[in-house]
């Protein structure tokens, strides 16, 4: 039972445009939602959250937004860089276990120079 | 340099060999977890530990134990390996602050097993 979804596995856009990175929820007990980026031979690393209280959250160049009616969210890069080059992965935590991160299988994302 | 390390980054062992991956942060969290990538699963949490000799099941435990004696250690331990066990294993920590329902984990590097 796939809590957290990321339905594109790969995304190619051109370095300049926009990248939208899409990630869908079923639980509604999650509370927090969390984007990582992971390049290859590294960890995730955290790159920009949000809470369930807002529906967006700006940091720079990547935005992120909170539909919760639709228990959907997104991840918005502009412009796009080839060091943007990664998998994405969406996460979301709440409910009674504390600190757990739920996972999207990811999204890897190229940007052509 | 805050960090959390990870040894061995890679290993290939055999079915039914013990072997102990180490995990180990110097951020002094209380919080610290385990998780596995797989292809087409993404990151699925293992055991998790909210501070020393406190530790608790994640979404897929069977066939791993863990320990947490000292606060910046949390080894995970395959008793028997079996193939099925073969993937990314990553570890993660975080501060453990009251009053927040979550705080930003930070993970290392990733181990990467293959059991044959």
């Known amino acids: 039972d796939q809590q957290v979804k990321q339905n594109s596995p790969s995304l190619s856009v051109q370095e300049g445009r926009i990248s939208i990175l899409n990630c869908d929820y079923t639980?509604?007990?999650?509370?927090?939602f969390l984007w990582y980026k992971k390049y290859p031979a590294e960890g995730p690393t955290f790159l920009i959250s949000?809470?369930?209280?807002?529906d967006k959250n700006e940091d720079g160049r990547f935005t992120v937004f909170l539909n919760k009616s639709a228990k959907h969210l997104s991840l918005h890069i502009v412009p796009s860089q080839p060091g943007d080059s990664a998998v994405y992965f969406c996460?979301?935590?709440?409910?009674?276990?504390?600190?757990?991160?739920?996972f999207g299988q990811g999204t890897i994302l190229t940007v052509h120079p | 340099e805050a960090q959390v390390t990870q040894n061995p980054r890679y290993l290939i062992t055999v079915t039914g060999k013990k072997l102990t991956v180490t995990c180990s942060q110097n951020?002094?969290?209380?919080?610290m977890s385990w998780y596995r990538q797989d292809p087409g699963l993404g990151l699925r949490q293992i055991y998790y530990?909210?501070?020393?000799?406190?530790?608790d099941k994640g979404d897929v435990p069977e066939g791993y134990k863990v320990s947490r004696k000292e606060k910046r250690n949390f080894p995970l331990i395959l008793e028997s390996p079996s193939p099925n066990q073969t993937s990314l294993y990553f570890c993660?920590?975080?501060?453990?602050?009251?009053?927040?329902?979550?705080?930003?984990?930070?993970f290392g590097p990733g181990t990467r097993l293959t059991v044959l």
């Open positions: 996460a979301a935590s709440g409910g009674t276990s504390y600190g757990k991160l739920t």
């Open positions: 530990s909210m501070n020393v000799e406190v530790t």
């Open positions: 993660a920590s975080s501060l453990r602050e009251q009053g927040s329902s979550y705080n930003e984990q930070f």
């Open positions: 951020m002094n969290h209380e919080y």
């Open positions: 949000i809470s369930s209280i807002k």
């Open positions: 639980n509604s007990m999650f509370d927090y």
